[in-house]
C-alpha cells in the first residue's frame, strides 16, 4: 500500500523559501499512471492544491502560487519535494504530500505538516 | 479556473438521517470528480472517485451521482464516524481545485 511522509521546518521566516521534502514508499515512484502532488489547508480552512508533477516530467502549478513555487523530483530516493519562496503570513498552513491515480482521484495522502511562517 | 461551489457549508444531522452536499462545478468536467472526507487532525480520506464510483473499503451507504455539472453525495444513514467535513475536487483539468467544503455536525 502506498505511503506518504512530508519531512521539513516547522517554522520558516517571512519572505524565505520553504522546503518540503515527500518520501514514498510501498509502491512504484515511477509508476505511469500516477501524479504526485501537493495540497495544503491553512488553519481552519479549505484544501488548496498547489501543483503536481507526472512521471514524464511534466508540472502543473496552481496559477496564484505559480511565480513562487516549484515541485521536483528525486526517482532515485523516491522523494519529491516542494520549493515556494517569498513565504508569508498567509502561506502558514498544514501542507500535505499525496499522490493521484490517474482517473481515481488523491488516494493517497501523507499525515501533513504544519508550517508556520513567523519571524 | 474551474471554480467548484459546493453547498451547503453546514450541514446539521442526526445518526440515521439521508445527507446529501450538492458540489456544481462552472464549466463541464465530463466525471472527473471526487469526494473526500477529513475529520479533524486527519488527511483527507478519498471516498468516490469519477463521480460515482465508490472507493475500495468505503462503507455502501456513501454514493455519488452526477447530472451535467452537478454532483451529489449522498450518505444513505447517517453514522456518528460521518460527522466530518466533506470536499470535492474536480481533476478534469489543471488547475485541479476543490469546493469550500461541507462540515456535517451533530444536530
Not at chain 2, 455539472?69 to 478534469?92: R, V
Request: a positive charge.
Amino acid at each position: 500500500q502506498l505511503q506518504l511522509q512530508e519531512s521539513g521546518p516547522g517554522l520558516v521566516k517571512p519572505s524565505e523559501t520553504l522546503s518540503l521534502m515527500c518520501t514514498v514508499s510501498g509502491g512504484s515512484f515511477s509508476s505511469t499512471s500516477h501524479y504526485w502532488a501537493w495540497v495544503r489547508q491553512p488553519p481552519g480552512k479549505g484544501l488548496e492544491w498547489i501543483g503536481a508533477f507526472f512521471y514524464d516530467g511534466s508540472t502543473y502549478y496552481n496559477p496564484s502560487l505559480k511565480s513562487r513555487v516549484t515541485i521536483s523530483v528525486d526517482r532515485s530516493k523516491s522523494q519529491f519535494s516542494l520549493r515556494l519562496n517569498s513565504m508569508a503570513a498567509a502561506d502558514t498552513a498544514l501542507y500535505y504530500c499525496a499522490s493521484h491515480e490517474y482517473g481515481f482521484g488523491l488516494r493517497a495522502w501523507g499525515q501533513g505538516t504544519l508550517v508556520a511562517v513567523s519571524s | 479556473d474551474t471554480q467548484m461551489t459546493q453547498s451547503p457549508s453546514t450541514l446539521s444531522a442526526s445518526v440515521g438521517d439521508r445527507v446529501t452536499i450538492t458540489c456544481r462545478a462552472s464549466q463541464s468536467i465530463r466525471s472527473w470528480l471526487a469526494w473526500y472526507q477529513q475529520k479533524p487532525g486527519r488527511a483527507p480520506k478519498l471516498l468516490i472517485y469519477e463521480a460515482s464510483s465508490l472507493e475500495s473499503g468505503v462503507p455502501s451507504r456513501f454514493s455519488g451521482s452526477a447530472s451535467g455539472t452537478e454532483f451529489t453525495l449522498t450518505i444513505s444513514s447517517l453514522q456518528p464516524g460521518d460527522f466530518a467535513t466533506y470536499y470535492c475536487q474536480q481533476y478534469n483539468v489543471f488547475p485541479w481545485t476543490f469546493g469550500q467544503g461541507t462540515k456535517v455536525e451533530m444536530k
